[in-house]
């Protein structure tokens, strides 16, 4: 059980680097943009950073999980370091010269003719994002946790205080009309490509606070090493970029599959509102993604770390159970008091609050599928993962084509909850064949059961008062917590011990 605490130490300490940066931005400049854009111009933020998610898994070629396996078992991690880091260099770099020269070409299928310049920033925030990974996964790699969640932090602060900066204080200055020097840098028809310039701004101060890990790089590149780490990496790049598919193309293939009704004038910016409304109630289900990816990136080292320990197969299942324990807690936190959190969006973006318990039933069941991953890394058969995650990229794009079209953006929630049970299921039942772990599925079944049952009961509080309302559902939620000390006491208290 010392394996589980330490685990959960270190998922907490990466916290200060994953969800703190994310909680800021969840707690600041999600509600932020949502007051100060209209629908449509939200929709753009939506859409055009689903394709740097996307093309972000494409840059960085799954070097990150590569470095970690390869730094355990290579005699020389630091020529691992600089393999690593000078390919996505390359890469990188590469990537910036072709955006430029087709920039016109990429900005109109896009549709984005009239804002060329958006495609260009996000470039170069893609490339030095991407280049970076390395250092970021060697701090990760040494356990420079506070480092690393400083950088981190330090980097969606300087976003924050420029966002701020182009959207509230140098409006205000041209409103008094003021003579500061900083209204030299300002121009009101900005309006959203301010967003992407605070981004650029906060990427490339975090590239140089990284200068330190980013000169520890050697001009050594070992071919033979490259060419194994590029065998290993290949199918995490088709199970990222497959991912990927499944966590952001409904925005993108929105703007594609829904139709403007006739009575509206200005179809475009009625499609961008509807990827803006949908876009901004997904993240309000960002508390269950930010735990998985905090869990992730304490939890990838950590299941290599304990592969040859005696007892790794039972700690990996106490992991998944306590795992399955806290996403329920945060599903049930969230729908129990969605009459608050729903108060983190402006108010013109509540017509799609329907979409949070799938949304958020669909990511608890991808950190399900992070836990259960766990036998295709260790036994070298990530091909069986790319398989997976090709399949549910299909039901996906399947269902969006063919729903949205006629139910809207509810389809694509539903697409999202579908992709991710499948994945679950066919890992689930491929890791039993090929890596054998006894999860304490008996007492999973119950927390899972109980949950539901809340849930259920929570759904006929229909209290006009939001006082009675939120305390009946504090009560059933206190239900819950007391039924997990009930259900696996002896457990639990190991752990606490």
């Not at 898994?57 to 970690?68: D, I, S, Y």
């Not at 000078?86 to 910036?96: E, H, N, R, W, Y």
């Not at 590239?207 to 070992?222: G, Q």
């Not at 929570?458 to 504090?474: H, P, Q, R, V």
Request: glycine letters at 6%.
């Amino acid at each position: 059980m010392n394996q589980i605490k330490k685990l959960a130490g270190q998922t907490l300490v990466y916290g200060l680097g994953t969800i703190a940066p994310k909680v800021l931005n969840f707690l600041l400049l999600t509600p932020f943009y949502t007051y100060i854009f209209g629908l449509s111009q939200y929709g753009v933020v939506t859409e055009l950073y689903s394709y740097v998610a996307l093309l972000m898994v494409v840059l960085t070629f799954g070097m990150e999980t590569t470095f970690f396996r390869f730094a355990s078992s290579e005699p020389n991690s630091e020529k691992v370091y600089s393999t690593s880091a000078l390919s996505l260099f390359s890469t990188s770099a590469l990537f910036i010269v072709v955006v430029y020269f087709f920039l016109p070409a990429i900005a109109s299928a896009l549709k984005y003719d009239n804002h060329p310049e958006y495609i260009l920033w996000l470039a170069i925030i893609l490339s030095l994002d991407a280049f970076i990974s390395i250092p970021f996964a060697r701090l990760r790699h040494e356990n420079k946790a506070l480092r690393f969640s400083l950088l981190r932090i330090a980097n969606i602060s300087i976003n924050i205080g420029f966002n701020l900066l182009f959207f509230v204080y140098m409006p205000y200055l041209d409103k008094e009309g003021s003579n500061s020097f900083l209204l030299q840098f300002y121009n009101a028809d900005m309006g959203v490509g301010y967003a992407f310039i605070a981004n650029l701004i906060a990427t490339i101060c975090t590239t140089l606070l990284l200068l330190p890990e980013i000169f520890r790089i050697k001009f050594s590149f070992d071919f033979a090493l490259y060419k194994r780490m590029i065998s290993y990496a290949y199918p995490l790049v088709i199970i990222g970029i497959a991912g990927m598919i499944n966590e952001v193309s409904d925005k993108i293939m929105l703007k594609f599959l829904v139709t403007a009704p006739d009575h509206v004038a200005d179809k475009a910016d009625y499609i961008q509102g509807v990827i803006g409304e949908y876009g901004a109630n997904t993240k309000i289900a960002v508390l269950m993604t930010l735990f998985i990816q905090m869990f992730k990136f304490a939890a990838e080292p950590f299941f290599f770390s304990q592969e040859k320990e005696k007892n790794a197969r039972q700690t990996y299942a106490d992991v998944m159970k306590y795992f399955f324990v806290f996403g329920l807690l945060i599903f049930l936190g969230v729908m129990l008091y969605l009459d608050i959190f729903k108060y983190f969006i402006n108010q013109k973006f509540h017509g799609g609050l329907f979409v949070v318990p799938i949304i958020l039933l669909g990511n608890f069941f991808l950190g399900i599928f992070y836990n259960l991953s766990v036998w295709y890394k260790l036994k070298n058969l990530t091909q069986y993962g790319a398989i997976i995650a090709l399949i549910g990229a299909a039901i996906t794009i399947l269902i969006n084509v063919l729903f949205v079209p006629v139910y809207g953006y509810i389809a694509s929630a539903w697409g999202h909850f579908a992709c991710y049970l499948v994945m679950m299921i066919i890992s689930f039942y491929w890791g039993k064949k090929h890596f054998p772990i006894s999860y304490d599925l008996k007492n999973i079944g119950k927390f899972a059961l109980v949950a539901a049952i809340i849930y259920a009961i929570s759904l006929f509080n229909t209290f006009d008062a939001l006082i009675f309302k939120l305390g009946i559902n504090s009560i059933l939620f206190i239900l819950f917590v007391g039924s997990i000390f009930v259900i696996d006491k002896r457990k639990i208290m190991d752990v606490i011990k």
